[in-house]
């Protein structure tokens, strides 16, 4: 998921976060509900005698636990993209972010280079210096698509008023 913000005249952001599909109040309700139901048929198949199902109902609610601290971390992930006249900057983290990469924005290249193979992602990337960055790891392909042309309009626009000002000063 990407949100664009136009801080000014001068900058803007983009916000990238992967697609969740529950809240952390609905993948903790999801959890509770699961016990109650695991945990019931074990106990039930525990009172007629099956005593050993209770240790695999423990090991499944674990897997179930550690399957949704996985999902939520992943999707705790933010990467911040901020264009402004003279630079272009990515932040990246999981609550708090911390700076990866910046260049000046008249080297940055935006590139969105096609999958080596037919069933891989195209990746996202923005170039400087024989360094790069890539970005949106987990958008799909449209987003992906969508964020490069946003990025490219950002950085000629920034560009196309930064050479119309030096023109218009000289």
Not at 4 to 33: D, E, G, H
Not at 43 to 53: D, L, S
Request: include cysteine; proline fraction near 5%; charge should be positive.
């Amino acid at each position: 998921m990407v949100s664009k913000s136009l801080n000014s005249a001068t900058s803007c952001q983009f916000v990238i976060r992967p697609n969740r599909s529950l809240t952390p109040r609905q993948q903790k309700a999801f959890f509770a509900f699961m016990c109650v139901v695991v945990l019931g048929i074990a106990g039930a198949f525990a009172a007629r005698g099956y005593w050993p199902v209770l240790p695999f109902a423990g090991l499944e609610i674990a897997v179930l636990a550690y399957a949704l601290w996985h999902c939520a971390r992943a999707g705790a992930l933010v990467e911040v993209i901020s264009v402004a006249p003279d630079r272009i900057a990515v932040d990246k983290g999981r609550g708090r972010l911390a700076r990866v990469w910046e260049t000046p924005l008249a080297w940055a290249q935006i590139r969105l280079d096609g999958p080596g193979l037919g069933w891989y992602p195209s990746r996202l990337v923005i170039r400087s210096h024989g360094k790069e960055v890539q970005l949106g790891s987990f958008l799909n392909e449209d987003e992906r698509q969508r964020l490069a042309a946003e990025l490219r309009r950002a950085v000629t626009g920034f560009a196309v008023r930064d050479w119309h000002r030096s023109a218009s000063s000289s």
